[in-house]
Protein backbone atom coordinates (compact mmCIF):
# COMPACT_ATOMS: atom_id res chain seq x y z
CA UNK A 1 0.00 0.00 0.00
CA UNK A 2 2.67 1.87 0.89
CA UNK A 3 4.32 1.70 -2.38
CA UNK A 4 1.11 2.78 -4.56
CA UNK A 5 0.98 5.43 -2.41
CA UNK A 6 4.49 6.79 -3.23
CA UNK A 7 3.80 6.38 -7.12
CA UNK A 8 0.51 7.88 -7.31
CA UNK A 9 2.15 10.49 -5.50
CA UNK A 10 5.22 10.78 -7.98
CA UNK A 11 2.37 10.52 -10.82
CA UNK A 12 0.17 13.29 -9.59
CA UNK A 13 3.42 15.36 -8.99
CA UNK A 14 4.57 14.76 -12.76
CA UNK A 15 0.91 15.28 -13.98
CA UNK A 16 1.35 19.03 -14.39
CA UNK A 17 4.16 18.90 -16.75
CA UNK A 18 1.99 16.28 -18.86
CA UNK A 19 -1.21 18.55 -18.44
CA UNK A 20 0.10 22.17 -19.25
CA UNK A 21 1.33 23.38 -22.38
CA UNK A 22 4.62 22.69 -24.27
CA UNK A 23 6.43 25.57 -25.31
CA UNK A 24 8.40 24.97 -28.57
CA UNK A 25 11.03 26.65 -30.56
CA UNK A 26 9.68 27.79 -33.93
CA UNK A 27 11.56 26.59 -37.23
CA UNK A 28 9.70 27.95 -39.64
CA UNK A 29 6.18 28.81 -40.49
CA UNK A 30 6.34 26.83 -43.14
CA UNK A 31 7.27 23.41 -41.67
CA UNK A 32 4.13 24.35 -38.88
CA UNK A 33 1.55 24.27 -41.68
CA UNK A 34 3.54 21.44 -43.77
CA UNK A 35 2.36 19.13 -41.18
CA UNK A 36 -1.83 18.96 -42.37
CA UNK A 37 -1.69 15.58 -43.37
CA UNK A 38 -4.79 16.70 -44.91
CA UNK A 39 -6.22 17.85 -41.74
CA UNK A 40 -7.56 21.62 -41.31
CA UNK A 41 -4.77 23.90 -39.49
CA UNK A 42 -5.99 26.94 -36.81
CA UNK A 43 -3.00 28.94 -35.53
CA UNK A 44 -3.81 31.53 -33.28
CA UNK A 45 -0.82 34.13 -32.82
CA UNK A 46 -1.41 36.06 -29.78
CA UNK A 47 0.82 37.86 -26.57
CA UNK A 48 0.47 38.07 -22.71
CA UNK A 49 0.18 41.98 -22.71
CA UNK A 50 -2.83 41.53 -24.82
CA UNK A 51 -6.28 41.25 -23.86
CA UNK A 52 -7.93 40.30 -26.34
CA UNK A 53 -5.31 38.05 -27.04
CA UNK A 54 -5.84 35.99 -23.60
CA UNK A 55 -9.73 35.76 -24.35
CA UNK A 56 -8.84 34.12 -27.83
CA UNK A 57 -6.55 31.39 -25.72
CA UNK A 58 -9.63 30.97 -23.68
CA UNK A 59 -11.58 30.27 -27.19
CA UNK A 60 -8.90 28.66 -28.73
CA UNK A 61 -8.54 25.97 -25.70
CA UNK A 62 -12.27 25.30 -25.60
CA UNK A 63 -11.83 24.45 -29.45
CA UNK A 64 -8.35 22.48 -28.89
CA UNK A 65 -10.68 20.20 -26.79
CA UNK A 66 -13.37 19.69 -28.44
CA UNK A 67 -11.89 18.70 -31.30
CA UNK A 68 -9.64 15.49 -31.02
CA UNK A 69 -7.57 14.59 -33.97
CA UNK A 70 -9.57 16.45 -36.47
CA UNK A 71 -7.61 19.55 -36.41
CA UNK A 72 -4.04 20.30 -35.64
CA UNK A 73 -4.33 23.72 -33.46
CA UNK A 74 -1.55 25.76 -32.79
CA UNK A 75 -0.61 28.97 -30.82
CA UNK A 76 2.07 31.04 -31.26
CA UNK A 77 3.56 34.01 -29.29
CA UNK A 78 4.73 37.16 -30.34
CA UNK A 79 7.55 36.34 -28.54
CA UNK A 80 9.40 39.33 -30.12
CA UNK A 81 7.25 41.90 -28.48
CA UNK A 82 7.38 39.80 -24.92
CA UNK A 83 10.17 40.38 -21.96
CA UNK A 84 11.41 36.91 -22.56
CA UNK A 85 10.93 33.98 -23.74
CA UNK A 86 11.50 32.61 -20.29
CA UNK A 87 8.46 34.97 -19.92
CA UNK A 88 6.51 33.14 -21.98
CA UNK A 89 7.56 29.83 -20.39
CA UNK A 90 6.88 30.45 -17.10
CA UNK A 91 3.48 31.75 -18.25
CA UNK A 92 2.57 28.31 -19.90
CA UNK A 93 3.51 26.24 -16.57
CA UNK A 94 1.52 28.35 -14.52
CA UNK A 95 -1.72 28.87 -17.49
CA UNK A 96 -4.51 25.54 -18.01
CA UNK A 97 -3.37 25.42 -21.71
CA UNK A 98 -3.01 22.43 -23.36
CA UNK A 99 -2.96 23.67 -27.06
CA UNK A 100 1.48 23.68 -27.92
CA UNK A 101 2.78 26.98 -27.65
CA UNK A 102 5.20 27.56 -30.38
CA UNK A 103 7.72 31.02 -29.75
CA UNK A 104 8.09 33.28 -32.41
CA UNK A 105 11.26 34.83 -30.94
CA UNK A 106 11.95 37.22 -34.59
CA UNK A 107 8.37 38.10 -35.65
CA UNK A 108 8.71 35.65 -38.55
CA UNK A 109 4.96 34.64 -38.49
CA UNK A 110 3.63 38.17 -38.48
CA UNK A 111 5.48 39.05 -41.28
CA UNK A 112 4.88 36.17 -43.04
CA UNK A 113 1.22 36.47 -43.07
CA UNK A 114 1.95 40.45 -43.51
CA UNK A 115 0.07 41.12 -39.98
CA UNK A 116 0.90 44.17 -37.91
CA UNK A 117 -1.72 43.78 -35.09
CA UNK A 118 -2.52 41.15 -32.94
CA UNK A 119 -4.33 38.74 -31.92
CA UNK A 120 -4.83 37.07 -35.72
CA UNK A 121 -6.25 33.71 -36.86
CA UNK A 122 -4.75 31.50 -39.53
CA UNK A 123 -7.39 29.07 -40.69
CA UNK A 124 -5.68 26.69 -43.54
CA UNK A 125 -8.19 24.15 -45.37
CA UNK A 126 -8.50 21.97 -48.45
CA UNK A 127 -4.60 23.90 -49.80
CA UNK A 128 -6.30 27.05 -48.83
CA UNK A 129 -4.85 29.47 -46.21
CA UNK A 130 -7.23 32.35 -44.55
CA UNK A 131 -5.53 34.94 -42.05
CA UNK A 132 -8.84 36.42 -39.62
CA UNK A 133 -7.11 39.18 -37.83
CA UNK A 134 -8.90 40.18 -34.23
CA UNK A 135 -10.41 38.10 -31.72
CA UNK A 136 -11.95 34.59 -32.96
CA UNK A 137 -14.68 32.66 -31.04
CA UNK A 138 -14.52 28.36 -30.36
CA UNK A 139 -18.12 28.45 -32.56
CA UNK A 140 -16.19 30.52 -35.36
CA UNK A 141 -13.16 27.93 -35.21
CA UNK A 142 -15.98 24.82 -35.69
CA UNK A 143 -17.52 26.17 -38.53
CA UNK A 144 -14.76 27.45 -40.53
CA UNK A 145 -12.82 23.62 -39.93
CA UNK A 146 -16.16 21.73 -40.78
Request: glycine share 4%.
Amino acid sequence: MKRITILLTLFLISMPSIVHAQTLELKSVEALLAHSDKKPIVLVYWATWCETCMEDLTELEAFFDSTGNRVHVYSVNATKSERSGEQIRNFTEKSDLHVPVYLDEKGEVAAHFRQKAIPFTVIVKNGKQQVIPGPVTKEQLEKWTD
